[in-house]
C-alpha cells in the first residue's frame, strides 16, 4: 500500500520520489509491525527455516531478511 501512495504522488506532479526507499516508512513500520508479533510468541517452530533462531530477535531477523527480497516488488516499477 505504501508503493501505491508514493506512485500516486508521484503521478500527482508533485516531485517525484524514489519508491523503493520507504519513503513513506511503511516497510518500517510492517518490519516493527512484524517483530512485535513474533516477540509474543512462545514458539517458532511454524516459522521452517527461521525457528532455529531460538529467540524472537534471532526470529525477526530472520523472517526480515527471508522477505526483504519481495520487498522491491510491493513499491512497483520505478518512476519514469
Do not use: H, W
Amino acid at each position: 500500500m505504501g508503493g501505491s501512495r508514493c506512485e500516486a504522488a508521484n503521478r500527482s506532479g508533485q516531485p517525484p520520489q524514489d519508491c523503493a526507499t520507504d519513503p513513506g516508512g511503511f516497510i518500517a513500520q510492517a518490519q516493527q509491525q512484524a517483530g512485535a508479533t513474533i516477540a509474543k510468541c512462545t514458539t517458532f517452530g511454524g516459522l521452517p527455516g527461521c525457528a532455529t533462531a531460538g529467540t524472537a530477535a534471532g526470529t525477526t531477523a530472520c523472517v526480515q531478511a527471508l522477505l526483504a527480497p519481495l520487498a522491491p516488488a510491493f513499491t512497483g516499477v520505478a518512476y519514469p
